[in-house]
């Protein structure tokens, strides 16, 4: 069975910096790209970043709100999947949703929530 | 970047009636590169259509997708009481982006 679990949310201060995990089973993660995909408070899904799998390059690419800010990574001999914030702001405040894939996405975690206030 | 606007924002029907969602990109979708997904409280998406038009693995066939280039509609035939969620659309052709969701509510 595919699972995607996300880990590392929480409060954290403006400015500051945090780490999340994707910890992926049931499934080759190298064969796959990765996405991450978040939901603040009130509003709607909004697509923050991908990675593409060794076999397409492993390359990255961001939403335009976060470039610069956030890094997406992977560890395929881990099964782990990390994206690193840095000079969070209170609008990045959500619930992170990691997602198989960089096109349409049938398998999600459940999310981690991030709240970023002072 | 490709924007996708849904309308309307929140649909308030009853258990038996059809819903009709729009979503409208800002530029042409890439080989109909759209997928719709279902959201409800405290879940994670589900998603229901991929391709504009392919209903995904255990879909009912109530769900439809049906559009192609700036212009696409997901639509259910009959509504059952577990389809009343928030639905979204995403284009999947250019990077990838979502539209801001249609609330479907019990009327």
């Known amino acids: 069975e595919v699972q995607l679990v996300e880990s590392g949310g929480g409060l954290v201060q403006p400015g500051r910096s945090l780490r999340l995990s994707c910890t992926t089973s049931?499934?080759?993660?190298?064969?796959?790209?990765l996405s991450w995909v978040r939901r603040a408070p009130g509003k709607g899904l909004e697509w923050v970043s991908f990675i593409r799998s060794k076999g397409y390059g492993g390359t990255e690419e961001y939403a335009a709100s976060v470039k610069g800010r956030f890094t997406i990574s992977r560890d395929d001999s881990r099964g782990i999947a990390y994206l690193q914030m840095n000079s969070l702001k209170t609008e990045d405040t959500a619930m992170y949703y990691c997602?198989?894939?960089?096109?349409?996405?049938?398998?999600w975690g459940q999310g981690t929530l991030l709240i970023v206030s002072s | 970047e490709i924007v996708l606007t849904q309308s309307p924002g929140t649909l308030s029907l009853s258990p038996g009636e059809r819903a009709t969602l729009s979503c409208r990109a800002s530029?042409?979708?890439?080989?109909?590169?759209l997928a719709w997904y279902q959201q409800k409280p405290g879940q994670a998406p589900r998603l229901l259509i991929y391709?504009?038009?392919r209903r995904a693995t255990g879909i009912p066939d109530r769900f439809s997708g049906s559009g192609s280039g700036t212009d696409f509609t997901l639509t259910i035939s009959r509504l059952e009481p577990e389809d009343f969620a928030v639905y979204y659309c995403?284009?999947?052709?250019?990077?990838?982006?979502f539209g801001q969701g249609t609330k479907v509510e019990i009327k």
């Open positions: 997602a198989r894939g960089t096109e349409y996405h049938v398998h």
């Open positions: 530029q042409s979708v890439s080989s109909n590169n």
């Open positions: 049931g499934y080759t993660i190298a064969d796959y790209g």
């Open positions: 995403q284009q999947y052709g250019n990077l990838s982006a």
């Open positions: 391709g504009a038009s």
